[in-house]
């Protein structure tokens, strides 16, 4: 089991933060965290309504406030949104409050899954592919510096995926225990 209490998910959209998170947590029986659903509760509005009104600046800044707030939870399951990592605050937050998990997925795989998604504003315009394929040249080394594991995500199902998840953070906190 996680020697720390907590679960943190980052990495890029549609890797499965979200979805696969939700069944670590029932795996784990511990409560789910979604940070986006966090902060819609939080506002009343969608993600989508913030950077409408307040643009990603005003976005980031919720983003960090509730990121600090949920992460001092325990237990818990944390997903968090694809550009958390951007923060330096954030990015010490998850590294020293949880054992963080890194879900990967390339481009081709991002557009399979994101085809019909309407609700990512950061994806709303222009050519998909050149935007994502920007966002992974940033947050990839950010991902890489948070991260304690990281996992190949691309499977074409979400009970497998969450499964390997399961899987290599077994054998990670394993060898952690003999380590020890
Ligand atoms: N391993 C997977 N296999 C197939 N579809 C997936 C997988 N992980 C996520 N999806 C689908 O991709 C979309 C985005 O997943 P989501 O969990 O919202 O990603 P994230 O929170 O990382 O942006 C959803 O429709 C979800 O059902
Ligand atoms: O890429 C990003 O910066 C964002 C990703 C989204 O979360 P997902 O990773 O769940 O798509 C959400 O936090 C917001 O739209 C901004
Ligand atoms: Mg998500």
Same mark, same amino acid.
């Given at each position: 089991?996680?020697?720390?209490?907590?679960?943190?998910?980052? #990495?890029?959209?549609?890797?499965?933060?979200?979805?696969?998170?939700?069944?670590?947590?029932?795996?784990?029986?511990?409560?789910?965290?979604?940070?986006?659903?966090?902060?819609?509760?939080?506002? #009343?509005?969608?993600?989508?309504?913030?950077?409408?009104?307040?643009?990603?600046? #005003?976005?980031?800044?919720?983003?960090?406030?509730?990121?600090?707030?949920?992460?001092?939870?325990?237990?818990?399951?944390?997903?968090?949104?694809?550009?958390?990592?951007?923060?330096?605050?954030?990015?010490?937050?998850?590294?020293?409050? #949880?054992?963080?998990?890194?879900?990967?997925?390339?481009?081709?795989?991002?557009?399979?899954?994101?085809?019909?998604?309407?609700?990512?504003?950061?994806?709303?315009?222009?050519?998909?592919?050149?935007?994502?394929?920007?966002?992974?040249?940033?947050?990839?080394?950010?991902?890489?510096?948070?991260?304690?594991?990281?996992?190949?995500?691309?499977?074409?199902?979400?009970?497998?995926?969450?499964?390997?998840?399961?899987?290599?953070?077994?054998?990670?906190?394993?060898?952690?225990?003999?380590?020890?």
């Amino acid at each position: 089991m996680n020697p720390a209490r907590n679960l943190f998910l980052i #990495g890029p959209t549609g890797a499965g933060k979200t979805t696969v998170g939700r069944r670590l947590a029932g795996h784990y029986g511990l409560p789910f965290v979604d940070l986006d659903q966090e902060i819609e509760r939080h506002c #009343g509005v969608s993600v989508a309504t913030i950077f409408e009104l307040e643009g990603e600046t #005003g976005f980031r800044r919720r983003e960090r406030a509730l990121l600090d707030a949920c992460t001092q939870r325990a237990p818990v399951v944390l997903a968090t949104g694809a550009g958390a990592v951007l923060d330096a605050a954030n990015r010490r937050h998850l590294a020293e409050r #949880g054992f963080v998990l890194w879900l990967d997925v390339d481009v081709e795989r991002q557009l399979e899954r994101l085809a019909h998604d309407r609700h990512r504003p950061l994806l709303a315009a222009g050519d998909r592919r050149a935007r994502l394929a920007a966002m992974a040249e940033a947050r990839t080394p950010l991902y890489r510096e948070t991260a304690d594991l990281a996992v190949a995500a691309g499977e074409a199902d979400v009970a497998a995926t969450a499964a390997h998840c399961i899987e290599l953070l077994e054998r990670h906190w394993q060898r952690a225990s003999v380590a020890a």
